[in-house]
């Protein structure tokens, strides 16, 4: 079983930066698709990013220019740097792996984490 675990969330003022990461264990992790959700309260989980196994990324239209996703194989971890942060950007954010991105792109991949909340407030 994957286990996927999060961290680096917390309260940033806006137009402040964090950078959240995502730590697999029990995984072949440089085969698996990686990314990121977010869901707010009372709305829908959205997509955020993407970053597939042959090293192409995916960016909702919200974050692009703002947020970068990364990863890196020898540590089996995926990186979400958010920068201009956003009171809309506050939700609670979520890794994901599967080994088909297109299953993360449409929201049913294999593997969740916990979530990090992200909290984006003057």
């Known amino acids: 079983q994957v286990q996927l675990v999060e961290s680096g969330g917390g309260l940033v003022q806006p137009g402040g930066s964090l950078k959240l990461s995502c730590a697999a264990s029990?995984?072949?992790?440089?085969?698996?698709?990686m990314g990121w959700y977010r869901q707010a309260p009372g709305k829908q989980r959205e997509l955020v990013a993407i970053?597939?196994?042959?090293?192409?990324?995916i960016y909702a239209d919200s974050v692009k220019g703002r947020f970068t996703i990364s990863r890196d194989n020898a540590k089996n971890t995926v990186y979400l740097q958010m920068n201009r942060l956003k009171p809309e950007d506050t939700a609670v954010y979520y890794c994901?792996?599967?080994?088909?991105?297109?299953?993360?792109?449409?929201?049913?991949?294999?593997?969740w984490g916990q979530g990090t909340q992200v909290t984006v407030s003057s």
């Open positions: 970053a597939t196994s042959d090293g192409r990324t």
């Open positions: 994901n792996a599967d080994r088909n991105y297109m299953k993360i792109e449409t929201g049913t991949p294999d593997y």
């Open positions: 029990r995984v072949i992790f440089s085969i698996y698709a």
